[in-house]
């Protein structure tokens, strides 16, 4: 299983773009990169999805680079809403094997 | 709509008693899972099951056990052994393909 990194916190100001970096240097070739938001007292859930290179939705992008080892959720213009803890989890979605989550970032957006 | 639910939402318990925690999904997702969460921590698997009448044990299995006689449920016992059960617990399903986890609205079991 794919161990992966996180900062254990970061702020940020409302209006402000915010960048969360996942390292995970032994993905494996059929891992995807999974990231989720959990707000206390709440089960996680999902936001964004992806294999390589960018995927955007309309709340988040996810950037990763050609070697996959690393993975960066962007989260434009924050509000205090988004005051949570983001998760960031790489795993085979082909099957439904175990995937483990790690500490996940907890991110302040400031008034 | 489709989902998981999980009962009771707050959940207290007595030293020494065994307690059960309902989870139930009706999405027709194969897999399905038990977390814990600590204050301030991430979540930990305690067990996991693919597949009706199968399950794993996670990093944290021991003082729990868990049942998986239909698709639809997944209660997780949290027996006498588990010397420090106080914490979030949060069952979740997956199916291969899909998108993420989906995740119950978790219960909270208190020791007093």
């Known amino acids: 299983l794919a161990k992966t990194t996180q900062p254990i916190s970061m702020d940020s100001y409302e209006g402000q773009e915010v960048n969360i970096t996942c390292s995970h240097n032994?993905?494996?070739?059929?891992?995807?990169i999974t990231w989720y938001q959990q707000f206390p007292s709440q089960g996680p859930r999902f936001i964004i999805q992806?294999?390589?290179t960018k995927v955007t939705n309309e709340v988040a992008s996810l950037f990763i680079p050609a070697d996959r080892k690393s993975s960066t959720l962007s989260l434009p213009r924050v509000s205090l809403s988004d005051t949570a803890v983001y998760y960031c989890l790489v795993g085979d979605i082909r099957n439904n094997n175990d995937m483990r989550f790690g500490a996940g970032t907890r991110l302040t957006v400031k008034p | 709509d489709g989902g998981i639910t999980q009962s009771p939402k707050y959940l207290f318990r007595k030293e020494g008693q065994n307690v059960t925690l309902s989870c139930e999904q009706n999405?027709?997702?194969?897999?399905m899972y038990w977390y814990r969460q600590d204050p301030g921590q991430g979540l930990r698997l305690i067990y996991y099951?693919?597949?009706?009448?199968?399950?794993q044990k996670g990093d944290i299995a021991e003082g729990y056990s868990v049942s998986r006689e239909k698709k639809e449920s997944f209660p997780l016992t949290v027996t006498s052994a588990q010397k420090n059960p106080t914490a979030f617990y949060l069952c979740?399903?997956?199916?291969?393909?899909?998108?993420?986890?989906?995740f119950g609205s978790g219960t909270r079991l208190t020791v007093v």
């Open positions: 999405l027709n997702h194969d897999a």
């Open positions: 032994n993905i494996a070739t059929n891992d995807y």
């Open positions: 979740a399903s997956r199916t291969p393909g899909y998108y993420g986890y989906t």
């Open positions: 099951s693919q597949i009706v009448n199968d399950f």
């Open positions: 992806g294999y390589k």
